[in-house]
């Protein structure tokens, strides 16, 4: 097969093993695993497939026009470069483990078919936005991605928290979509085309009228779907949803579409210097309020969503800065990491029957419960804190260092200043970074008090999939000689001085967490918390279900909880009352959005109910008193009928009489 | 106004002619008797319609109906009074009287004879009385009629008319006279064994005054 | 003779027989109401006649022509309208007229409470076979069958005579 049938397929298997799964999941519930898991492996191997034989050579382009659409054509098109292949190796990997780890966690879901199924629609959604190269067709996936987001994230929808973060997640993401299509729009327009190729080439000779508006408006879907600042809030509310889809949504597919995007479309960005501003301030805030925002948050998988939003401004940093080929490394890099981080996540949750970090800091022995877990998180979250020599360490030193490379002024492909404000907030987020980490991992491992209760072996296969992920954590940095030849061929190893000053600073939040953990820890038994909710017979999905809907009741807010012994609270001072809210931004939403809206609506129902509805109804009461008007005559009674009738008659001839006599 | 000017042209000339020989208030003998056969005739008939018991309507029926037949012959016109003594005194009151049978129509004074529409109906007829009285008075207060002379309605003026001019119509009656006999049986045929009688000879005696009228 | 004289005459007949026709319950006193009405317009018809043959010399004497004629329809008519009149006596045990309202609209839908009733002065509607006296009763074994179908076929009938 010609590497361009494989490419097809890679989308297409996944997108099959989903319509299979949908049809037959209620009739044949049997087929339901092999159908959720063995499309998506196909493709992760057909996907490395491609990657071997493109190679990261010139780029794979192919394309076919179904039918005329028009003044600007819209094409069937693959474009296939090293960004793409490699993306599209994480994605395939990812899923495949989400797949495998879902046959676990989901043990007893009765909605496993259709989740799969969706999980399944995901994955080929997100290989076609990678391997896509016409906008148009980007767009189709990207549009699927977030219908499926909302189906998964609402996945426990008997709990109000799921339902609220599905909408959330679908309108905020959409809210960012409308500027995303008129920018493409737009962009097609100017250019021609949606055709990637043709417009990079377009762009390249300066083709482009308006690279500022087009840029902006691209990127506000870019930060709906990336979760960037200020449209990341629908993120950390997404947590709600299984931690499988935390980990597709954040590690590998919805989240990477959008800085996958950029990367693809970096020249049209760069084209306008105001955009790269922007994008690197967008990147600057989103990076350190989220780090700030992580290390209040109480529940392990809102912190982990929080660090997501965090590395997702590392990637939009590398991006207002130019370098592409950062910011595709992080995102892989980022991608094995963070998808390790969270399906971890969901075996702590399952063995703790808690999601709540300030209940898990108050187990004994959950380090030795779940072994497994406690090594490759331990891995994880090293390489989240960029430690060498982690696989985070090289990738986001591949991000300072561009960072720094455009602040110093080397190159012309980004404005200084995206350059200072991204090397600053890295530098920032790096030290808190190492600080939520290790808050993390001791609040979660070192616990001290009561022994956990039990809740059964974790299945294999779930702890099976952590190592297989723990690889690339470990050692997928090590490849940054090779990958330059994938990308643009810019150099991504680490410089001297951003590599002291990062990990420096990663170790002092490391090493001041600690201080104060030790410093506080002594609390912990002074004031006992507890929110064990599950019962343990259940599965994980099960588990954590209940200890999400029963965050909110035990602890009074779904993000925080009051401990004392919280490193973080210690840490942040007044600011963690702010932090756990997210920086009241939700609140400033429901201020300046969601209630003049809810005030509209009101009116409007007012209007519907009390003025149209009126004449509505006035409009069914005429009527109906002339009916029942009209139906008093209708007696049955034939000589009444007769008697009007001849009164008729006598009227009409008197009146013809009159009128003929001229009287 | 004067609806006479409405009236035939063709009777024009003769009208304006006997206005003068003939008052509208200098009765004659032929007058004076329909007037009074008229009375009769108008009470019996208001009885027939007032009265509380079934069996006498249709006996008040027949006086009213022969004094209608008195009115005809004074009319001179015989051939149609005979018909009328034999076909409506003769059959029709006899068929009305078996439905009153037949239907168990109480005999003696029955309190409830007529509807709730009783007002409605008075109302109704007198508006009309009014409204035609008016108009025909109006119209031929002073139209004379002269009956001196040949019958104009005996047989055989009437056998003359009837087969020179309306021979079609007539045997067209005698088709919608067979509809009746068929539609008689079909709605009888229903009727098991007791109904059948009055709705056959009521097609028969619907079928007898064409053949009289052929005699 | 004055004509005024047979046409009043006439006018009121008429007027009397519509006043039967209109307040009269039995359907048989309607009967006899409508054949005063048909010979009111005869005695006008005859009257006109005479007048028209002595002031015109009308030799097509059309108004005893269709004297005769109405005699006959009248004739006819006055046995299928007994027809019926026997055959709806038979189906519902009675020939009121007022109680003969299957056309009237029930507020309650077809089968409502009072659906047949004709009024609160009329407690045993016209069903026939609450009738014990009415040939619908049980000794009739096609009783509810004519039962069951008597609006229509009542309908039936009357579309049949009225064609």
């Known amino acids: 097969m010609t590497t361009t049938t494989l490419a097809v397929l890679v989308p297409v298997l996944p997108f099959l093993g989903a319509l299979a799964g949908l049809l037959l999941g209620r009739t044949a519930p049997g087929f339901a695993r092999p159908l959720a898991v063995l499309p998506t492996f196909a493709a992760f191997v057909l996907a490395v497939l491609v990657a071997a034989r493109q190679g990261g050579d010139g780029a794979l382009d192919a394309a076919t026009e179904l039918a005329p659409t028009g003044s600007v054509p819209i094409e069937l098109a693959l474009h296939i470069d090293g960004f793409a292949a490699l993306v599209a190796v994480l994605v395939g990997t990812v899923a495949t483990c989400v797949q495998l780890y879902s046959t676990g966690y989901l043990r007893h879901d009765p909605r496993y078919p259709s989740y799969a199924a969706l999980v399944s629609l995901f994955t080929s959604a997100m290989l076609l936005v990678v391997y896509s190269g016409d906008l148009m067709v980007l767009l189709v996936g990207w549009e699927i991605m977030g219908i499926c987001s909302y189906f998964l994230v609402g996945h426990y929808w008997e709990t109000p928290e799921a339902r609220a973060a599905s909408i959330k997640a679908f309108l905020v993401t959409k809210l960012g979509d409308v500027p995303f299509l008129i920018g493409l729009l737009a962009l097609a327009h100017d250019t021609g085309s949606f055709r990637l190729t043709r417009i990079l080439g377009a762009v390249s000779h300066g083709g482009l009228d308006h690279p500022t508006v087009v840029a902006l408006l691209l990127l506000a879907g870019v930060a709906g779907k990336s979760a960037q600042f200020p449209l990341h809030t629908w993120l950390p509310d997404a947590m709600a949803g299984p931690t499988p889809v935390s980990a597709l949504i954040h590690a590998a597919t919805m989240v990477a579409a959008g800085i996958y ?80 981080l969270f399906l971890a996540a969901g075996v702590i949750i399952h063995a703790a029957g808690t999601n709540s970090l300030a209940a898990m800091s108050r187990m004994g022995d959950l380090r030795a419960r779940v072994p497994d877990a406690f090594w490759t998180m331990t891995v994880a979250l090293l390489a989240l804190a960029a430690i060498p020599p982690f696989s985070g360490f090289f990738s986001k030193e591949a991000v300072l260092g561009a960072a720094e490379h455009v602040a110093t002024g080397h190159t012309e492909h980004a404005p200084g200043a995206a350059g200072w404000i991204v090397l600053v907030a890295g530098l920032l987020t790096a030290l808190l970074t190492g600080a939520y980490a290790t808050r993390l991992w001791l609040l979660a491992f070192r616990g001290r008090g009561a022994e956990a209760p039990d809740h059964g072996r974790q299945p294999l296969v779930m702890n099976a999939v952590l190592w297989v992920l723990a690889v690339p954590s470990l050692a997928f940095g090590l490849a940054y000689g090779a990958l330059p030849d994938w990308f643009d061929g810019r150099d991504l190893a680490p410089t001297l001085q951003t590599a002291v000053l990062g990990t420096g600073l990663a170790l002092v939040g490391v090493l001041v967490t600690y201080g104060t953990w030790r410093h506080t820890t002594a609390l912990a038994a002074g004031t006992p918390l507890g929110a064990v909710a599950a019962h343990p017979g259940g599965d994980a999905g099960e588990v954590e279900a209940e200890a999400i809907a029963s965050h909110t009741p035990v602890y009074g807010d779904v993000a925080s909880a009051p401990d004392p012994a919280d490193p973080g609270r210690l840490l942040l001072g007044p600011l963690h009352r702010h932090a756990a809210a997210g920086f009241h931004l939700d609140a400033v939403y429901t201020v300046l959005f969601v209630r003049p809206v809810q005030a509209g609506a009101r009116l409007v129902r007012f209007l519907d109910r009390a003025v149209v509805e009126t004449y509505v109804q006035a409009a069914g009461a005429a009527p109906r008193l002339l009916g029942g008007a009209v139906r008093r005559a209708q007696t049955g009674n034939v000589q009444t009928y007769v008697s009007a009738l001849l009164a008729g008659t006598v009227v009409l001839t008197v009146a013809a009489v009159l009128v003929a006599t001229g009287a | 106004m004067t609806l006479a000017a409405a009236a035939a042209p063709a009777a024009h000339a003769t009208t304006t002619a006997a206005t003068q020989t003939h008052g509208f208030l200098s009765p004659t003998g032929v007058e004076i008797a329909f007037l009074l056969v008229g009375l009769v005739t108008l009470g019996a008939a208001l009885v027939t319609v007032t009265t509380r018991q079934l069996v006498h309507a249709a006996l008040w029926l027949v006086v009213a109906l022969g004094g209608l037949a008195v009115e005809y012959l004074l009319l001179t016109a015989e051939f149609i009074a005979w018909v009328q003594v034999l076909i409506y005194v003769g059959s029709v009151v006899v068929l009305l009287l078996f439905g009153l049978m037949l239907t168990r129509a109480p005999i003696g004074r029955s309190p409830d004879t007529d509807s709730g529409n009783r007002w409605a109906a008075l109302t109704v007829a007198l508006a009309a009385a009014a409204a035609l009285v008016w108009v025909v008075a109006d119209a031929f207060r002073t139209t004379w009629v002269d009956l001196d002379g040949a019958p104009s309605g005996s047989t055989e003026v009437t056998g003359q008319a009837l087969f020179q001019n309306w021979v079609l119509p007539f045997e067209a009656l005698s088709v919608l006279l067979l509809a009746a006999l068929v539609g008689a049986i079909v709605l009888s045929r229903k009727a098991k064994a007791e109904a059948a009688p009055p709705a056959v000879p009521g097609a028969r005696n619907g079928r007898g005054p064409a053949e009289e009228g052929a005699r | 003779m004055h004509l005024a004289y047979p046409a009043v005459l006439s006018a009121l007949l008429f007027c009397t027989g519509l006043y039967g026709v209109l307040a009269r319950r039995n359907a048989i006193l309607v009967l006899m109401s409508v054949e005063l009405m048909l010979n009111a317009v005869n005695l006008n018809l005859v009257a006109f006649d005479v007048w028209l043959d002595r002031a015109a010399r009308d030799t097509l004497h059309s108004g005893q022509a269709l004297t005769l004629f109405i005699i006959a329809v009248a004739a006819a008519e006055i046995g299928i309208g007994l027809a019926i009149v026997l055959a709806v006596h038979r189906n519902r045990g009675t020939s009121d007229i007022d109680r003969l309202r299957d056309t009237a609209e029930t507020p309650g839908g077809p089968d409502g409470p009072d659906g047949e009733d004709g009024g609160p002065d009329d407690p045993e509607g016209p069903g026939g076979p609450d009738d014990p006296e009415g040939p619908g009763g049980p000794d009739d074994p096609d009783g509810d069958a004519h039962d069951s179908d008597g609006p229509a076929a009542t309908a039936a009938q009357k579309a049949e005579a009225t064609a």
């Open chain 1, 261 to 340: 995007f950029v990367a693809r479309l970096l020249p049209v960005f760069e084209a306008s210097r105001a955009a790269m501003v922007v994008l690197a301030v967008m990147a600057a805030v989103t990076m350190a309020g989220s780090a700030l925002a992580a290390l209040a948050q109480d529940d392990i998988k809102r912190v982990l969503a929080y660090s997501t939003i965090g590395q997702l401004g590392y990637l939009s940093g590398a991006l207002a800065v130019g370098d592409r080929g950062a910011a595709v490394f992080h995102l892989l890099a980022h991608g094995a990491f963070k998808a390790l």
